[in-house]
């Protein structure tokens, strides 16, 4: 799983910059063809467990 942040670098209403705090995009490496992703981490640990830990 790589951990994302999509909001990152974006400017703020008072021109600063967010930083890669808050949300977390959850993508999962080796799904490509659709790829996968979700915010939740538990649901990115049962995707690993069902999908690739066979």
Not at 25 to 44: G, L
């Amino acid at each position: 799983m790589k951990r994302d942040h999509p909001d990152a670098g974006k400017a703020l209403q008072n021109g600063r910059m967010k930083k890669s705090h808050g949300l977390a995009d959850w993508r999962c490496k080796i799904c490509t063809n659709p790829p996968w992703s979700n915010r939740s981490k538990a649901n990115a640990k049962y995707h690993c467990r069902t999908k690739h830990l066979q």
